[in-house]
């Protein structure tokens, strides 16, 4: 529900420190192919817009989502003036979807996606399947399994780099597809044990096995202030925070890419 969160006067949500303002999970992946600059999004949270514009973001290439729940899906309309710009130049913007997340999103929005849609100004993307491997230009996405209470959502990879939200558990041919991390996003949502969201020592646990060189904390609930918590944390283990930037690099030891979660990071509930 994002920090400070309706209605609560916690300390974490009155609180002065920019760290404990907290927007929707979602992250953005930039690099540059010769001299074009490319820009995948993970997720289009409701504060979707306000990201884009702390983010300065000018065009977005592709968008992968992890699941259909509200707070990672209530933005894709702002895609529109995006998509405006991607339509004159090449086309619609694919939106990588599983076959359960793509239904939701083209009931919810089926004045974009329905057959018989005439709305003049709806946005100009295009749902595709959502794959085991997903390749955006010169950039694969591997899909990562991962259980959020008991639905399945995905998390990605993406060379050196791992992004997982929304967890409850991870199974053993998913950890597989997560060693020789240099960077990974766990969320950690409190330390008190929820139905379909980790704990703060479920992700460390998971931290620990996967070995990764700096895991970051996403998907934070009010009852987790910044500093407070990060002075708990393991060496290695680290709170999140909206802007954020990760060097991530790719398998083919090019260049090294700039991810910037939510607009930077987005850590939020």
């Known amino acids: 529900m994002g920090v400070p969160t309706l209605g609560c006067g916690c300390e974490v949500c009155t609180s002065a420190d920019p760290h404990d303002r907290r927007l929707r999970p979602s992250v953005m992946l930039r690099w540059t192919a010769g001299e074009r600059e490319r820009v995948v999004v993970i997720d289009t949270g409701p504060d979707f817009r306000e990201q884009a514009l702390r983010a300065r973001l000018r065009h977005v290439d592709a968008v992968l989502y992890t699941h259909s729940h509200a707070d990672h899906i209530f933005g894709m309309d702002d895609l529109r003036p995006l998509s405006f710009v991607a339509f004159r130049s090449g086309g619609p913007i694919p939106l990588y979807a599983s076959g359960e997340t793509a239904a939701v999103l083209e009931r919810i929005y089926d004045y974009t996606f329905a057959p018989s849609a005439t709305y003049i100004n709806r946005a100009r993307v295009e749902m595709k399947p959502l794959e085991d491997r997903t390749r955006v230009h010169e950039v694969e996405f591997v899909r990562v399994p991962v259980l959020h209470g008991g639905m399945e959502v995905s998390g990605f990879r993406f060379g050196d780099m791992a992004y997982l939200t929304d967890v409850s ?74 802007g954020l930037e990760v060097a991530v690099t790719l398998p083919d030891g090019g260049d090294t890419r700039n991810m910037l979660g939510g607009g930077g990071m987005s850590a939020g509930a």
């Open 169 to 242: 558990a991870i199974p053993e041919s998913s950890f597989v597809l997560l060693e020789g991390l240099e960077t990974l996003v766990l969320p950690a949502l409190r330390h008190k044990p929820h139905p379909s969201h980790a704990t703060v020592e479920q992700a460390i646990a998971w931290a620990r096995r996967i070995g990764a060189r700096q895991t970051w904390l996403t998907h934070i609930a009010p009852e987790l202030g910044h500093e407070e918590t990060n002075r708990m944390l393991p060496a290695g283990v680290a709170m999140g925070y909206d």
